[in-house]
């Protein structure tokens, strides 16, 4: 009787095997960190400042973390400026920009991507043209064509000329672009107007797009000085990065600890806006990138 006998499996339990780090992820990662330390860098300071005595501020080498901060230099910016006002000024001047650009912007970029006519080519080149035109050597004209209209020393002078955009305009044609015509085309032949088809298909799938058009203005008008400083004079209708050049007091005898306070108050609505808003932004920045 031969009896058949399994052969005896032998395990061989062998060492795990330790993750290999490239050499360029590390270097990779040492930028990033370098990189952000040199953009929050300016930013931290500006806090610790706003939190420190005048005479704290110019400390060598500087404290980055005060050890008794001093919150009264926020409570000096609404005693030396009228800084409501001046809030409610750029909220109304920017909103209103954000909301003309985007609606003009996103309707040029679609017919300048979607919609056929005679010297569409010629018309966008032209557009593209005024984009390397610096606002220094315009700034006359305009202010000529505000004061022509009766609208000078106001905030409309601040909102009518930034209705439309180069910039706004070429980011929403190269988005729309991206879309397949077979939709629009599709949705014509069951009868809808081409103001349907951008209404209820182009339009809606743009969001990203419009989204991050929305922040870039945000952002870039919140912050806006140049225009403001040459179109305003009262001071009733200041906006806010113009209204804080008083903290700086007659011939800068101001505390830099109070400036640097009112600096904070003005970048929080920006801050806001990223944070809740990022997703977006990141969407339409990065569409078209994979396919």
């Given at each position: 009787m031969t009896t058949d006998v399994a052969p005896s499996t032998t395990v061989v339990l062998g060492r795990r095997r330790r993750p290999i780090v490239k050499v360029g992820s590390i270097v990779g990662m040492v930028l990033l960190v370098l990189a952000a330390v040199f953009a929050l860098g300016p930013l931290l300071w500006t806090l610790t400042t706003s939190l420190r005595t005048p005479a704290e501020a110019f400390t060598n080498p500087p404290q980055w973390i005060p050890t008794s901060p001093d919150f009264s230099n926020y409570a000096a910016v609404f005693n030396q400026i009228p800084i409501?006002?001046?809030?409610?000024?750029s909220v109304?001047?920017?909103v209103l920009i954000v909301v003309g650009q985007t609606i003009t912007c996103t309707l040029s970029g679609y017919a300048f991507a979607m919609v056929s006519f005679p010297g569409k080519n010629t018309i966008f080149?032209?557009?593209l043209a005024t984009m390397m035109v610096p606002l220094q050597t315009i700034i006359i004209p305009v202010f000529v064509i505000v004061k022509t209209m009766g609208i000078s020393d106001s905030l409309a002078s601040l909102i009518i000329p930034a209705l439309g955009s180069?910039?706004?305009?070429?980011l929403m044609r190269q988005y729309f672009m991206q879309m397949p015509r077979e939709l629009g085309?599709?949705?014509?032949?069951d009868g809808a107007?081409?103001?349907g088809v951008f209404r209820h298909v182009y339009?809606?799938?743009?969001s990203p797009a419009i989204a991050t058009l929305a922040i870039l203005n945000f952002s870039g008008f919140w912050a806006e000085f140049y225009r403001p400083l040459i179109f305003i004079q009262s001071q009733s209708n200041f906006t806010l990065p113009l209204g804080l050049v008083g903290l700086q007091g007659n011939l800068g005898t101001g505390s830099i600890s109070v400036v640097l306070a009112g600096v904070i108050l003005a970048m929080i609505p920006s801050v806001?806006?990223?944070?809740?808003?990022?997703?977006?932004?990141?969407?339409?920045?990065t569409a078209g990138s994979f396919r």
């Open positions: 409501g006002q001046f809030f409610l000024n109304v001047v920017t080149g032209i557009f180069a910039f706004g305009t070429f085309e599709a949705a014509r032949i107007s081409q103001w339009a809606r799938m743009a806001l806006l990223f944070i809740f808003a990022q997703r977006y932004f990141i969407e339409g920045v």
